[in-house]
């Protein structure tokens, strides 16, 4: 089954140049907004796809300059016997090295034989598909691939329109699950004009294979077609051509009308029993119109956990379910700068693998904060939410993810992990452990920033630190809410040896006599390991939002510099 070995895409859209070597399974294509995932499978169905005509505009040339040719190659490796057909292709196969990824003209020992297929677009839109070769352009020779081998490798889209699929129409899907035909003739005619269930009875016999592996299929993925499937003429067809026979449930409904979660389900299903060389798949946007276990279904079915993949799958997606369903070596991150667009496979390392296992959501944005613990995480969404309500962009608006690395042991791993994929990153912890110094060191050597709390301190030792007498009262008032009186003073007492209780010290707040002793206590206090009284993104969040932040004007300089520093960085361009 031939796969996909190389992608070259010179001045398509947001890309003015990419060069890419996709694995033979799945390649789950993530990464922020515009960083030009759907142009990349607009390029290998323009390339590869059984079409005599594409209609293009200035607008699909990358900053509308037609004067630079649009070039997409897609290297075809794994060819079928028909492929590398000497008297057919002989003068246009080539060789892939994958230890290279690179393509040469004349194969040889230890490279792969391949094809290549080149579409370019001119300033005339009109669209050009050649097979490259040094050898035949010496020879002034020139052709495509045959109609025969252009239609059989075809790649199937699941996008909009997937439900075409559900017709017998020419590059449909289910032309390629077997020969079988039906005989569209004037008696097939007359039948549709008395009664559609006719036509019906005897297209049942004559598709009856292609119509078991349907009913096989739509049973394993549980979409409801009823006891039996039926080919029927469409409902809605008001000629007899190639889209004139379609699925239809037992009730004699087309299946072209399920939903488009449904139909993206059984298509992909009935991909993999396609018998011909068809074995690449395009889904854009692969959660659109499913729910999450049926995400899990769809990639179950185009091979997820199969060791030997049975489609090479080009896939975006924005849902954290199917990145922790997926491996690191089934993802890449796609960035694009100034057009020119880097791709970068995930990868199965321990720490990639976990840290997409604990954090998905963060691998969709380009900006990351790692986060000691989910105090950390609460404070700067606290803060966030507050200024938010006075007029400022969000974390959200500006492409951050937080990410609880679960203590400072974890944290420059998980840092890490995002850096060396490309994410701009950032690590706030406390200050009171040191984390591993190498780990530490190859995360600044990478360009990444540490910001932690001066002297040594926790997060919640520097609240107490910094904050003014009013606000200690109100971080003392919210862990009394949180926690009761009784535990608040046990825990006063607890680290000051019995030489404090919460009533002495709010006595001593009242009277404007809190000293720094004091502050150290109630930061200690707070943040006994498994007891602190905010230790929770909720807890924080709300601290940071109703105290922390409406006193940052009035907090010590450690405190109030760090948060506008952490802020400013997120808001600044990269």
Not at 182 to 187: L, P
Not at 194 to 200: D, N, P, T
Not at 359 to 365: D, I, K, S, V, Y
Not at 536 to 564: C, G, Q, T, Y
């Amino acid at each position: 089954m031939v796969r996909i070995r190389l992608v070259e895409i010179q001045n398509f859209r947001g890309i003015r140049s990419l060069k890419w070597a996709p694995k033979d399974g799945i390649n789950c294509l993530i990464g922020p907004g515009d960083s030009c995932k759907t142009t990349i499978l607009d390029a290998i169905d323009y390339c590869l796809g059984a079409r005599r005509f594409a209609q293009f505009t200035d607008a699909d040339f990358h900053k509308l300059d037609v004067e630079q040719p649009v070039s997409v190659s897609c290297t075809l490796g794994a060819l079928s016997d028909r492929l590398k057909n000497i008297e057919a292709y002989g003068l246009y196969l080539r060789a892939f090295d994958p230890s290279t990824e690179t393509v040469e003209d004349e194969p040889r020992k230890g490279t792969e034989t391949a094809l290549t297929v080149n579409l370019t677009i001119g300033s005339d839109l009109e669209p050009v598909w050649t097979l490259v070769s040094q050898r035949a352009a010496d020879q002034g020779q020139s052709r495509n691939l045959s109609w025969a081998d252009r239609q059989a490798i075809s790649p199937t889209r699941l996008g909009a329109l997937a439900e075409g699929n559900l017709v017998w129409r020419r590059g449909s899907i289910l032309n390629k699950l077997s020969e079988e035909r039906a005989d569209v003739t004037a008696a097939l005619a007359k039948a549709a004009r008395e009664a559609r269930s006719a036509f019906g009875d005897k297209a049942g016999t004559q598709l009856i294979g292609t119509l078991d592996m349907v009913k096989s299929v739509a049973s394993y993925l549980g979409i409801p077609v009823g006891k039996e499937v039926k080919a029927m003429l469409d409902a809605h067809s008001v000629s007899f051509g190639g889209g004139t026979i379609s699925l239809h449930n037992e009730h004699g409904i087309p299946l072209r009308g399920l939903g488009v979660g449904s139909t993206r389900l059984l298509i992909a299903g009935l991909q993999r029993m396609a018998a011909s060389d068809a074995s690449i798949v395009l889904i854009d946007e692969l959660e659109h119109g499913l729910e999450p276990h049926r995400i899990h279904r769809l990639l179950d079915s185009i091979g997820s956990k199969e060791k030997v993949a049975p489609l090479q799958a080009f896939v975006s997606t924005h849902s954290p379910v199917a990145l922790r369903e997926l491996s690191g070596g089934q993802l890449v991150v796609v960035r694009q700068k100034a057009g020119a667009v880097d791709i970068k496979s995930v990868g199965d390392a321990d720490d990639i693998q976990s840290t997409i296992r604990a954090n998905p959501e963060a691998f969709l944005a380009p900006t990351v904060i790692v986060c000691e613990g989910a105090s950390e995480v609460g404070l700067l969404r606290g803060v966030d939410q507050y200024r938010v309500n006075q007029g400022q962009p969000s974390l959200t608006a500006h492409g951050v993810a937080l990410v609880d690395a679960g203590g400072v042991e974890k944290i420059h791993k998980r840092a890490n992990a995002f850096l060396k994929l490309g994410y701009a990153v950032r690590v706030l912890r406390d200050d009171d452990k040191e984390p591993d110094s190498a780990e530490e060191k190859l995360f600044l050597d990478g360009g990444g920033i540490v910001s932690k709390w001066a002297g040594k301190r926790k997060l919640e030792q520097e609240l107490f630190h910094s904050l003014p007498d009013a606000s200690v009262q109100k971080l003392l008032d919210l862990a009394v809410e949180l926690h009761t009186e009784k535990v608040v003073d046990d825990h006063i007492n607890t680290v000051s040896s019995g030489n404090h209780s919460y009533n002495g010290i709010s006595t001593e707040l009242f009277l404007d006599n809190l000293t720094a002793e004091m502050r150290e206590v109630l930061g200690n206090a707070s943040s006994i390991r498994r007891s602190g009284w905010f230790k929770s993104v909720s807890w924080m969040e709300e601290a940071a939002r109703e105290i922390v932040a409406p006193a940052l004007e009035e907090a010590d300089p450690s405190l109030r510099n760090m948060i506008a520093e952490v802020f400013k960085w997120i808001s600044d361009d990269r």
